[in-house]
């Protein structure tokens, strides 16, 4: 059975940081992509990163770039996001994902695209003062 379990979500202020981890078994990183997506209240869930193991590829979103941070502990079989110099809009629950590297790939860049093929249960994170 796929598991993939996020926690490390908070309350964090504007400009603080948090670490989100997302703990995955029954799967093989040398097979799937694992990235990162959010989903604010009224919107549709939307692409942040993506980690294709096999080349050390990352991918970010604009909104991303410079600010979150992809990164995994094979041994640990975890995926974590870095966030730094957080926004209020960054508020949103923040899901893991699974799924081959060009569906995964796809669907960060598309919101039209399918829906990856294992997700997380997702972790809210909340930046507000």
């Known amino acids: 059975e796929v598991q993939l379990v996020e926690s490390g979500g908070d309350l964090v202020q504007p400009g603080g940081s948090l670490r989100l981890s997302c703990e995955v078994s029954?799967?093989?990183?040398?097979?799937?992509?694992i990235g990162w997506f959010r989903q604010a209240p009224g919107k549709e869930r939307e692409g942040v990163t993506v980690?294709?193991?096999?080349?050390?590829?990352?991918y970010y979103q604009d909104f991303a770039k410079g600010r979150f941070t992809i990164s995994s502990d094979d041994a640990k079989n975890t995926v974590y996001l870095q966030m730094n110099s957080l926004k209020p809009e960054d508020t949103a629950v923040y899901y893991c994902?699974?799924?081959?590297?060009?569906?995964?790939?796809?669907?960060?860049?598309?919101?039209?695209?399918?829906?990856?093929?294992?997700w997380g249960q997702g972790a809210q994170v909340t930046v507000s003062s």
């Open positions: 994902a699974a799924d081959n590297p060009p569906a995964l790939l796809l669907r960060l860049w598309q919101l039209s695209a399918p829906s990856p093929q294992y």
């Open positions: 029954g799967l093989s990183f040398d097979d799937y992509a």
């Open positions: 980690y294709v193991k096999f080349d050390g590829s990352k």
